[in-house]
T-cell receptor
Framework: GAVVSQHPSWVICKSGTSVKIECRSL??????MFWYRQFPKQSLMLMAT?????????EQGVEKDKFLINHASLTLSTLTVTSAHPEDSSFYIC???????????FGDGTRLSIL | SQELEQSPQSLIVQEGKNLTINCTSS?????LYWYKQKYGEGLIFLMM?????EEKSHEKITAKLDEKKQQSSLHITASQPSHAGIYLC????????????FGTGTRLQVTL
């Protein structure tokens, strides 16, 4: 149980393109979904928290107009990197959680490379 | 400085040996979660500790939470190559269960 699917797993695109990443909870309802960014050999950096049906809460320093998050249903959240530039290249990971006393379950991540 | 420090940063052990990874917080721990990550992949949930003194085991992995010391340890008994990976602790340091702060990670290699 508690499977989270993240798609795509790998994206290469030109600078200026917008990229959408999907995160789905396959066998449970995710009240809350989280989006993280991970740099090589570093820990996870929380970008934003999204609750179904409400606006995402962004961490300090994360541009909400740059990283658009939508959590339209209890099983799907999307992260759109708008007008991506090479500095946005990174490994993005989502997680999903049901009730607050339950752990977060993670997707397999998306490696984004902007040329 | 990091709010959640892990030690050691990396570890190489021979197959069959025991090892311990520590996670120390500069703030009160309201919940502590251990995950394992393989390079370039997502995180696999291992264990969740929510009460001081709590100890949980799964197969050859045991995790403990020392609330007073603001510390958790992960112990692997008789390590195997399948235990290799990056171990991350994540903690609720806000008390609201709203988000987790992750540690710096411990990279484990198991040699034959």
């Amino acid at each position: 149980g508690a499977v989270v699917s993240q798609h795509p797993s790998w994206v290469i695109c030109k600078s200026g393109t917008s990229v959408k990443i999907e995160c789905r909870s396959l066998d449970f309802q995710a009240t809350t979904m989280f989006w993280y960014r991970q740099f090589p050999k570093q820990s996870l950096m929380l970008m934003a928290t999204s609750n179904e049906g409400s606006k995402a809460t962004y961490e300090q320093g994360v541009e909400k107009d740059k990283f658009l998050i939508n959590h339209a249903s209890l099983t799907l959240s999307t992260l759109t990197v708008t007008s991506a530039h090479p500095e946005d290249s990174s490994f993005y990971i989502c997680s999903a959680r049901g009730p607050r006393d339950q752990p977060q379950h993670f997707g397999d991540g998306t490696r984004l490379s902007i040329l | 400085s990091q709010e959640l420090e892990q030690s050691p940063q990396s570890l190489i052990v021979q197959e069959g040996k025991n090892l311990t990874i520590n996670c120390t917080s500069s703030k009160t721990l309201y919940g502590l979660y251990w995950y394992k990550q393989k390079y370039g992949e997502g995180l696999i949930f291992l264990m969740m500790l929510q009460k001081g003194g709590e100890e949980k085991s799964h197969e050859k992995i045991t995790a403990k939470l020392d609330e007073k010391k603001q510390q958790s340890s992960l112990h692997i008994t008789a390590s195997q190559p399948s235990h290799a990976g990056i171990y991350l602790c994540g903690a609720d340091i806000t008390g609201t269960a709203s988000k987790l702060t992750f540690g710096t990670g411990t990279r484990l290699q198991v040699t034959l």
